[in-house]
Nanobody, 115 residues
Framework: QVQVVESGGGLVQPGGSLRLSCAAS????????MGWYRQAPGKERELVAA???????NYAESMKGRFTVSRDNAKNTVYLQMNSLKPEDTAVYYC?????????WGKGTLVTVSS
């Protein structure tokens, strides 16, 4: 059984920073990408950023320059450093693990940006 667990969400003021972590454990086929999606109230889930096993990264346009995704392949862990947070970044952030077989989602961690 595969578990994907996010951590690091919380309440932060506009302009602040947060670092999210996601660890995948269990019997996992070769991981292709690990990344982050988010879903704000009333909106569809959208890609935030993803990291390939070879070091490649992909960002949604609105996150470029503010968010940084990184990955520790040995630990099956992915991180999301979020800086200069805005109220519109408020959402549930989900970790996504894509393998050569099934894909997996975490249950999400809530990020609230508010003064």
């Amino acid at each position: 059984q595969v578990q994907v667990v996010e951590s690091g969400g919380g309440l932060v003021q506009p302009g602040g920073s947060l670092r999210l972590s996601c660890a995948a454990s269990g019997t996992i086929l070769r991981i292709v990408t690990m990344g982050w999606y988010r879903q704000a109230p009333g909106k569809e889930r959208e890609l935030v950023a993803a990291a390939g096993s070879g070091g490649s990264t992909n960002y949604a346009e609105s996150m470029k320059g503010r968010f940084t995704v990184s990955r520790d392949n040995a630990k099956n862990t992915v991180y999301l450093q979020m800086n200069s947070l805005k109220p519109e970044d408020t959402a549930v952030y989900y970790c996504n693990v894509r393998t050569i077989g099934p894909g997996y989602w975490g249950k999400g961690t809530l990020v609230t940006v508010s003064s």
